[in-house]
């Protein structure tokens, strides 16, 4: 068994995560989402872990998926850790339902 962690070792992390919050998300409202602690930190914690495993991706990766927004993915990960309680609900919302499906599709190529 190959357990050498590189690039490939880490996209299949994030995309796990992704496929994760696509599927258990797909159907819920933002109103939903502001209502539900237990839902937020399911969702903040597998967008920590998504921006987590995004980090040890290597600078040549990055360079050559430079579509990616890398720093947002960031910075991100810094506002939820960071700033727990004044993270906008509404920017995690769209980022689920907008953002990773995008990222998910650049991923699997």
């Not at 921006?51 to 910075?75: C, M, V, Y």
Request: hydrophobic share 40%.
């Amino acid at each position: 068994m190959n357990n050498v962690k590189d690039d490939r070792y880490y996209v299949n992390k994030i995309l796990t995560d992704i496929s994760f919050l696509i599927e258990h998300t797909k159907t819920i409202t933002k109103q939903q989402l502001t209502e539900d602690e237990v839902l937020q930190d399911c969702v903040m914690f597998r967008l920590v872990q998504i921006a987590e495993n995004a980090s040890r991706l290597t600078q040549e990766f990055k360079i050559r998926h430079k579509n990616i927004d890398w720093q947002a993915i960031n910075g991100l990960r810094n506002r939820i850790v960071h700033d727990y309680g004044k993270v906008d609900l509404g920017i995690i919302y769209d980022t689920v339902k907008d953002d990773l499906p995008t990222l998910k599709a650049i991923l699997s190529e």
